[in-house]
């Protein structure tokens, strides 16, 4: 039976049953109307009396419950009317009901006094209904405070008791738990306990955790988990996912990844789909889980036959970059040798204008962008890729750094310092004419910039050079 065909089927059931009974009404007084005409109420007739006129009201009250609830509540309020508040409305409405017929058929029982002469009679409902009567009136506090409703998911108590709120009744919440078992959870004692509610048209967001090695980047796992997240069934595309650190770990860099499920209800296939399709993203992007592990550094003597991958990679790019470009096979091994390499992270400054520096670089990996403050804002001069270099004006004047320079990636930079190129300007004195070129060029591209009119560029090149050689003291 569907959801909108019930409603219409138990009025028509209760419309029947009011036929009946006003029927059934109909024919008593037509076949015992004679006797009862002048004193209907009387004697032991008033005993069907009572029962059908109480039948009745009962039929048309639950007539008038359908009609208001099932119709009229649900075309205002757009959903089902809770249970609790259909039952009190029932309850209440019979109660005044069968009151007035009782008082009419028995007339010479003063109800009144009943009631408030019969303290005894309260004492002992009220501790028969003591626990009744608490979740009655927790379930009604829970009703008019509304802080749920069925189809919400809610977390109650220090136990956690975790599912979906399938209804409140007269005694206890039901939830469907994640097993899909029912959980019943008295109203008086939810009415106590803090309840954490999920609701069901909120972004409610989850939190997956997992590690990775110290080695692997972090700029690298976070693309790589937050695109693998996006591809997942019932996450929301409406936020994107957030990958973050949450702490360094013993043996792992420890992460966190937020999502928010479209379907709160489904979390827990989400987020086991959501761990899966991390664990084969970092497979392919060969990064590694971690475990408790332990490292053991073996430092060995470095030979010159036998050079690492790394060192064979750095000397290559060393040997890409065009002022290196005249050295020979040793003097770039050497100049390698001398490097030290770095990583920054995208948006980390590599170098900040006006500081004092002794060194230069060269990008090995990722991208960076030469910057000048104009007015208090960044503008970009140049980018810079994988073999290009920076820094060399400062190493080769002495002059403070002449602008910023920002990792735009994940960037990998080998620093060379004053001492290895002292060294290598010895042997080569041409190599000191073609970085002043260079940086005779990027200084017109600097004032350019700041719209000061540059020297000539061979005019400069050459003050450059002197200084250049005064600098290292060079003959
Ligand atoms: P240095 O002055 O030591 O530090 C900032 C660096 O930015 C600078 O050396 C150059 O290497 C680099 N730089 C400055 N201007 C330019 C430019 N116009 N083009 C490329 N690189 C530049």
Redesign the pocket.
């Given at each position: 039976m569907t959801a909108s065909s019930r409603p219409k089927s138990n009025i028509l059931l209760y419309l029947i049953a009011t036929v009946a009974a006003a029927l059934a009404t109909f024919l008593f007084l037509k076949f015992f109307g004679n006797h009862a005409a002048e004193h209907p109420f009387q004697g032991w007739w008033r005993i069907p009396w009572l029962v059908l006129l109480s039948a009745l009201a009962y039929v048309s009250i639950r007539v008038l419950n359908a009609l208001l609830f099932d119709f009229a509540f649900r075309l205002r309020r757009g959903y089902e009317a809770p249970t609790l508040v259909r039952n009190i409305f029932t309850l209440v409405a019979f109660t005044l009901f069968f009151l007035l017929i009782f008082n009419k058929i028995y007339v010479e029982v003063n109800l009144g006094a009943l009631f408030t002469t019969s303290a005894i009679f309260g004492v002992i409902i009220g501790l028969a209904l003591q626990d009744t009567l608490g979740n009655f009136f927790a379930g009604i506090s829970l009703h008019a405070d509304r802080p749920f409703q069925v189809g919400d998911v809610i977390a109650l108590g220090p136990q956690r008791i975790t599912g979906v709120v399938e209804g409140i009744t007269w005694r206890a919440i039901k939830l469907r738990t994640f097993a899909n078992n029912v959980a019943l959870v008295s109203n008086s004692v939810a009415a106590k306990e803090a309840i954490e509610v999920f609701p069901r048209d909120n972004l409610n967001a989850r939190l997956v955790y997992f590690g990775t090695l110290y080695t692997d980047s972090p700029a690298k796992t976070i693309h790589i988990v937050r695109e693998a997240i996006r591809e997942a069934e019932n996450v929301s595309t409406k936020i994107t996912p957030v990958v973050r650190i949450r702490n360094f770990g013993d043996s792992a860099i420890e992460w966190e990844a937020k999502y928010w499920p479209q379907d709160y209800a489904k979390y827990n296939d989400t987020d086991a789909l959501v761990r899966q399709l991390i664990w084969y993203a970092l497979r392919r992007a060969d990064i590694n889980f971690a475990f408790p592990t332990r490292t053991l550094h073996l430092e060995r003597k470095p030979s010159v036959q036998a050079l690492t991958g790394r060192q064979k990679e750095v000397i290559e790019r060393l040997s890409a970059v065009d002022i290196f470009a005249p050295l020979s096979i040793e003097e770039t091994e050497k100049l390698a040798g001398a490097a030290v390499r770095h990583v920054f992270a995208p948006g980390e400054l590599v170098?900040r204008?006006g500081d004092q520096?002794s060194s230069?670089f060269v990008v090995h990996n990722g991208r960076v962008q030469?910057q000048v403050s104009d007015g208090g804002t960044a503008r970009a001069?140049?980018e810079?890729g994988e073999g290009a270099?920076?820094?060399?004006?400062?190493?080769f004047t002495g002059?403070?750094?002449?602008?910023?320079?920002v990792a735009l990636e994940e960037t990998e930079v080998m620093e060379i310092g004053h001492a290895a190129m002292k060294h290598l300007f010895e042997t080569n004195p041409d190599l000191a004419e073609s970085i002043s070129w260079t940086i005779a060029?990027?200084?017109?591209?600097?004032q350019a910039?700041s719209q000061q009119i540059p020297l000539a560029a061979e005019a400069e090149s050459a003050g450059l050079l002197n200084s250049i050689k005064r600098f290292f003291g060079l003959g």
């Amino acid at each position: 039976m569907t959801a909108s065909s019930r409603p219409k089927s138990n009025i028509l059931l209760y419309l029947i049953a009011t036929v009946a009974a006003a029927l059934a009404t109909f024919l008593f007084l037509k076949f015992f109307g004679n006797h009862a005409a002048e004193h209907p109420f009387q004697g032991w007739w008033r005993i069907p009396w009572l029962v059908l006129l109480s039948a009745l009201a009962y039929v048309s009250i639950r007539v008038l419950n359908a009609l208001l609830f099932d119709f009229a509540f649900r075309l205002r309020r757009g959903y089902e009317a809770p249970t609790l508040v259909r039952n009190i409305f029932t309850l209440v409405a019979f109660t005044l009901f069968f009151l007035l017929i009782f008082n009419k058929i028995y007339v010479e029982v003063n109800l009144g006094a009943l009631f408030t002469t019969s303290a005894i009679f309260g004492v002992i409902i009220g501790l028969a209904l003591q626990d009744t009567l608490g979740n009655f009136f927790a379930g009604i506090s829970l009703h008019a405070d509304r802080p749920f409703q069925v189809g919400d998911v809610i977390a109650l108590g220090p136990q956690r008791i975790t599912g979906v709120v399938e209804g409140i009744t007269w005694r206890a919440i039901k939830l469907r738990t994640f097993a899909n078992n029912v959980a019943l959870v008295s109203n008086s004692v939810a009415a106590k306990e803090a309840i954490e509610v999920f609701p069901r048209d909120n972004l409610n967001a989850r939190l997956v955790y997992f590690g990775t090695l110290y080695t692997d980047s972090p700029a690298k796992t976070i693309h790589i988990v937050r695109e693998a997240i996006r591809e997942a069934e019932n996450v929301s595309t409406k936020i994107t996912p957030v990958v973050r650190i949450r702490n360094f770990g013993d043996s792992a860099i420890e992460w966190e990844a937020k999502y928010w499920p479209q379907d709160y209800a489904k979390y827990n296939d989400t987020d086991a789909l959501v761990r899966q399709l991390i664990w084969y993203a970092l497979r392919r992007a060969d990064i590694n889980f971690a475990f408790p592990t332990r490292t053991l550094h073996l430092e060995r003597k470095p030979s010159v036959q036998a050079l690492t991958g790394r060192q064979k990679e750095v000397i290559e790019r060393l040997s890409a970059v065009d002022i290196f470009a005249p050295l020979s096979i040793e003097e770039t091994e050497k100049l390698a040798g001398a490097a030290v390499r770095h990583v920054f992270a995208p948006g980390e400054l590599v170098i900040r204008a006006g500081d004092q520096g002794s060194s230069m670089f060269v990008v090995h990996n990722g991208r960076v962008q030469v910057q000048v403050s104009d007015g208090g804002t960044a503008r970009a001069v140049a980018e810079l890729g994988e073999g290009a270099f920076f820094g060399e004006m400062a190493l080769f004047t002495g002059e403070p750094r002449a602008a910023n320079v920002v990792a735009l990636e994940e960037t990998e930079v080998m620093e060379i310092g004053h001492a290895a190129m002292k060294h290598l300007f010895e042997t080569n004195p041409d190599l000191a004419e073609s970085i002043s070129w260079t940086i005779a060029e990027r200084r017109a591209g600097l004032q350019a910039s700041s719209q000061q009119i540059p020297l000539a560029a061979e005019a400069e090149s050459a003050g450059l050079l002197n200084s250049i050689k005064r600098f290292f003291g060079l003959g």
